[in-house]
């Protein structure tokens, strides 16, 4: 996700044409609808008829802005993610890879463990036999796109760190779910609240660390045969 802007084309949103602008309150009035409603009444439950009442616009206006009930929820779910205005994973001077992994993974647990965002995605669960568009909608947006975001910063930094990573998009799997640890199922199954920030930090940090160290490619094996030594070395047992 490349722009803040919140009025960008998410996945599974309609493009504008030609012609006037569509007004981006009314758009931004149909998002909030449409999030207060998947929490509210789930994303079954709701249609976009409710979408278009609670924003005070017409259904039609609602379906200018987005196809069908997919494209609003894959635009919901992005607009959240931007909204955390996550670090970006880039080749740019300054930190480095185990600094500029971890203070991504701090902030994206942080967002992922908030009390409304693990409804949300509990919310969507619940419906995702009776509804997987939906549901491919919801990963689309949000699991897909930082798995994706998290592949690419290790494929470029791969060659340079001297990382052994043959599949990046398996990697990426591999440390997110290192950062995030159960802190979700402990919340959707009501045993517990969201992590402290320091605890989220401390396991961030050594997860990132963990799996970097586990990917670096081995030094080369020593031959374990002592250096020759000269004809007059005073250790020469001759």
Same mark, same amino acid.
């Given at each position: 996700?490349?722009?803040n802007?919140?009025?960008? @084309?998410?996945?599974?949103?309609?493009?504008?044409?030609?012609?006037?602008?569509?007004?981006? /309150?009314?758009?931004?009035a149909?998002?909030?609808?449409?999030?207060?409603?998947?929490? &509210?009444?789930?994303?079954?439950?709701?249609t976009?008829?409710?979408?278009?009442?609670?924003?005070?616009?017409?259904?039609m206006?609602?379906?200018k802005h987005f196809?069908?009930?997919?494209? +609003?929820?894959?635009?919901?779910?992005?607009?959240?993610?931007?909204a955390?205005?996550?670090?970006?994973?880039? &080749?740019? /001077?300054?930190?480095?890879?185990?600094d500029?992994?971890?203070?991504y993974?701090?902030?994206?647990?942080?967002?992922?463990?908030?009390?409304? @965002?693990?409804?949300a995605?509990r919310?969507?669960?619940?419906?995702?036999?009776?509804?997987p568009?939906l549901a491919?909608?919801?990963?689309?947006?949000?699991?897909?796109?930082?798995?994706?975001?998290?592949?690419?910063?290790?494929?470029?930094?791969?060659?340079? &760190?001297?990382?052994e990573?043959?599949?990046?998009?398996?990697a990426?799997?591999? +440390?997110v779910?290192?950062?995030?640890?159960?802190?979700?199922l402990?919340?959707?199954l009501?045993?517990?609240?969201?992590?402290?920030p &320091?605890?989220?930090?401390?396991?961030?940090?050594?997860?990132?660390?963990?799996?970097?160290?586990?990917?670096?490619?081995?030094?080369?094996?020593?031959?374990?045969?002592?250096?020759?030594?000269?004809?007059?070395?005073?250790?020469?047992p001759?």
């Open positions: 996700m490349s722009t802007s919140s009025d960008s @084309i998410s996945p599974g949103v309609e493009k504008r044409g030609r012609g006037r602008p569509r007004d981006p /309150e009314k758009r931004r149909v998002l909030d609808a449409a999030a207060a409603l998947f929490l &509210e009444r789930g994303v079954t439950a709701t976009m008829e409710a979408v278009a009442e609670r924003a005070s616009v017409s259904k206006t609602v379906y196809s069908d009930k997919p494209a +609003l929820l894959a635009a919901v779910f992005d607009r959240n993610l931007r955390i205005e996550l670090p970006k994973l880039s &080749e740019t /001077e300054g930190a480095s890879p185990p500029r992994l971890s203070e993974g701090e902030r994206l647990v942080l967002f992922l463990t908030r009390p409304e @965002i693990v409804r995605a919310i969507m669960a619940a419906g995702a036999d009776d509804h568009e491919s909608a919801f990963f689309a947006a949000g699991p897909a796109a930082v798995l994706g975001r998290v592949a690419d910063y290790l494929a470029s930094i791969r060659e340079r &760190e001297d990382l990573i043959p599949d990046a998009p398996m990426a799997e591999q +440390l779910s290192a950062w995030l640890g159960v802190d979700q402990r919340q959707n009501g045993v517990g609240g969201p992590p402290a &320091e605890t989220v930090s401390r396991r961030v940090r050594s997860a990132t660390e963990a799996l970097l160290r586990g990917w670096r490619a081995p030094a080369a094996p020593s031959t374990g045969r002592r250096p020759a030594l000269r004809a007059d070395d005073p250790r020469d001759c």
